[in-house]
């Protein structure tokens, strides 16, 4: 049974950086399409970022260009490089997976169902 961990997260002032891990254990992440999902209070789930065991990576609008995914998978660990944050970022960061690829489709998609394994969710806020 693969589960997630996520950290990282934190307050920050706008402009700010961060990096966001989540730790993979039960499972190697290579037959699994991974990625990050966020969620502020009163706002509707946005998919962030996702990446495919091959590399590619799909990324929401509100973030291109600030923010970058990646995995190491001798570590088993997926990452989320945060740049330039803004307000509008401060939400609950969790990472999740699904067997298989094509994150650039669960990206626009991103319902619980649709996505076998969660993390606990990290928070992060930026300030203005």
């Known amino acids: 049974q693969m589960k997630l961990m996520e950290s990282g997260g934190g307050s920050v002032q706008a402009g700010g950086s961060l990096r966001l891990s989540c730790e993979v254990s039960g499972d190697t992440m290579s037959s699994y399409c991974m990625g990050w999902i966020r969620q502020a209070p009163g706002k509707e789930r946005e998919g962030v970022a996702f990446?495919?065991?091959?590399?590619?990576?799909a990324y929401a609008d509100s973030v291109k260009g600030r923010f970058t995914i990646s995995q190491d998978n001798a570590k088993n660990t997926l990452y989320l490089q945060m740049n330039s944050l803004k307000p509008d970022d401060t939400a609950m960061y969790y990472c999740?997976?699904?067997?298989?690829?094509?994150?650039?489709?669960?990206?626009?998609?991103?319902?619980?169902?649709?996505?076998?394994?969660w993390g606990q969710g990290t928070q992060v806020t930026v300030s203005s």
């Open positions: 990446i495919d065991s091959d590399g590619s990576t």
């Open positions: 999740v997976a699904r067997p298989g690829r094509y994150g650039g489709f669960w990206l626009r998609y991103p319902r619980p169902t649709h996505f076998g394994y």
